[in-house]
């Protein structure tokens, strides 16, 4: 099975934080990183990349939720979603080195991709 993570990257601490996460947790083989910014853009390459993923992660960090909505933008709406200010009530701010709670976060993200790989032996 192969999973996408869409980070949304945004330029506050939640958006970084939702990348250093994903960075962390990309091994290119289970885990694949999604370009948050080719979807929209309809990069061809990009979709189609995306596209071999059998399940999707949008880890947004604010509640515009642009990880989300890149994803339905290709056509893909069947995938599971972590919002770090809701989610985890961490506040949005422009301190891009606030990493407040980002181990929750990424235990949570190993739980959906745990629960993704149970479902698909299921």
């Given at each position: 099975?192969?999973?996408?993570i869409?980070?949304?990257?945004?330029?506050?601490n939640?958006?970084?934080?939702?990348?250093?996460?994903a960075?962390?947790?990309v091994?290119?083989?289970?885990?694949?990183m999604v370009?948050?910014l080719?979807?929209?853009?309809?990069?061809?390459?990009?979709?189609?990349m995306?596209?071999?993923?059998?399940?999707?992660?949008a880890?947004?960090?604010?509640?515009?939720?642009?990880?989300?909505k890149?994803?339905?933008?290709?056509g893909?709406?069947?995938?599971?979603?972590?919002?770090?200010t809701?989610?985890?009530?961490?506040?949005?701010?422009?301190n891009?080195?606030?990493?407040?709670?980002?181990?929750?976060?990424?235990a949570?993200?190993?739980?959906?991709?745990?629960?993704?790989?149970?479902?698909?032996?299921?």
């Amino acid at each position: 099975m192969k999973i996408g993570i869409l980070p949304c990257q945004g330029a506050c601490n939640v958006g970084a934080m939702t990348n250093k996460v994903a960075l962390n947790l990309v091994d290119n083989e289970t885990i694949n990183m999604v370009c948050p910014l080719g979807l929209p853009l309809g990069i061809k390459n990009i979709i189609d990349m995306a596209n071999v993923n059998e399940k999707h992660l949008a880890l947004n960090g604010c509640p515009v939720k642009c990880a989300s909505k890149a994803l339905e933008s290709a056509g893909i709406t069947k995938y599971k979603e972590i919002t770090l200010t809701s989610d985890f009530d961490i506040p949005k701010n422009k301190n891009f080195k606030d990493e407040t709670n980002i181990n929750n976060v990424e235990a949570k993200v190993k739980d959906v991709i745990d629960e993704f790989l149970l479902e698909q032996k299921g």
